[in-house]
C-alpha cells in the first residue's frame, strides 16, 4: 500500500473514531445503530477495512442525526 493511500485509511479510521466518540458512543452501541458488527467498526478504527458506500452514507445519516459536524466524514458520494 502506497504511502498516500495509508495517510488516507489512516485518517478515515481517525475520522470515523471521531466520530464515534463525538457521538458519545461505543464501538458496541455505534455498531447497533449501524447495523454492523463490533469486528466491523473495529476494523474501520484501525484503518483494516474502509466502509462501503453503502455504510458511508448510514455514517452520514448517522453523523447528520447526531448533530455532528465537521471533517469527521466526506459525503458519501465522495472519497
Known amino acids: 500500500m502506497s504511502r498516500a493511500i495509508q495517510r488516507g485509511v489512516s485518517m478515515e479510521a481517525d475520522n470515523i473514531r471521531s466520530l464515534r466518540r463525538n457521538l458519545g458512543m461505543t464501538q458496541e452501541e455505534f455498531a447497533h445503530r449501524l447495523g454492523i458488527t463490533v469486528a ?40
Open 40 to 79: 466491523t467498526v473495529n476494523r474501520w478504527e484501525n484503518g483494516h477495512n474502509s466502509p462501503t458506500r453503502l455504510a458511508r452514507k448510514a455514517l452520514y445519516d448517522l453523523a447528520t442525526e447526531g448533530g455532528v459536524r465537521g471533517p469527521q466524514l466526506n459525503t458519501p458520494s465522495e472519497g
